[in-house]
């Protein structure tokens, strides 16, 4: 069974859009320390995914792909 990583997920996704968590950060008017917490989550809310996603322009359920991980 597959079980979506958020940590997994932003991890990729940054690095895909060629984007630091400084980048992210700014881009989201939040903290760099609050993304560096973001890294560390195996799990967040569905309105923090879709934030990040539209802010690293890639598409929600492929964001979901990147972080799915076998249990």
């Known amino acids: 069974m597959k ?3 958020f940590d ?3 991890r990729e996704g940054l ?3 060629g984007m630091s968590q400084s980048d992210l950060a700014r881009e989201m008017s ?3 320390q609050a993304v560096s917490l973001w890294m560390q989550k195996r799990d967040a809310r569905l309105s923090l995914v879709v934030r990040v996603c539209q802010k690293l322009q890639i598409p929600v359920d492929e964001f979901m792909e990147m ?3 076998y249990k």
Do not use: T, W
Request: no cysteine; glycine share 6%; hydrophobic share 55%.
């Open 3 to 5: 079980k979506f990583r």
């Open 8 to 10: 997994l997920a932003l």
């Open 15 to 17: 690095e895909i859009a």
């Open 30 to 32: 939040v903290s760099r």
């Open 67 to 69: 972080g799915s991980a």
